[in-house]
């Protein structure tokens, strides 16, 4: 049994900062750890994505802007969002897998944490 939980979204200005967590409590290895968001209308998008390794991927709307952190040990995982636009908005979810070399989405899902960036 795994479960997610995300923190930290909220209301920031266009230009602002903001910085999700998102804590997993599991008995199973947590292979990736990644981040999705999907604003109304829109698909669910991957936003970063990372590795036990630390190998990390990013959706190219968002490379220089955000920065996905990760501590194995805890299993936690933080987003630090920068230069925020009103594209970012968006419901934020924290997404957790326990496969190995997994392709799409892991099956562990948070509730979900509300982004909106005012312009």
């Known amino acids: 049994q795994v479960q997610v939980v995300e923190s930290g979204g909220g209301l920031v200005q266009a230009g602002g900062s903001l910085r999700l967590s998102c804590a997993a409590s599991?008995?199973?290895?947590?292979?990736?750890m990644g981040w999705y968001r999907q604003a109304p209308g829109k698909q669910r998008e991957l936003v970063a994505k990372?590795?036990?390794?630390?190998?990390?991927n990013y959706a190219d709307s968002v490379k220089g802007r955000f920065t996905i952190s990760r501590d194995v040990a805890e299993n936690t995982m933080d987003l630090q969002m920068t230069r925020l636009n009103a594209e970012d908005t968006a419901v934020y979810y924290c997404?957790?897998?326990?496969?190995?070399?997994?392709?799409?989405?892991?099956?562990?899902w948070g509730q979900g944490t509300q982004v909106t960036v005012s312009s």
């Open positions: 990372i590795t036990s390794g630390g190998t990390t």
């Open positions: 599991s008995s199973e290895f947590l292979t990736v």
């Open positions: 997404n957790a897998d326990s496969r190995w070399n997994p392709t799409g989405p892991g099956a562990y």
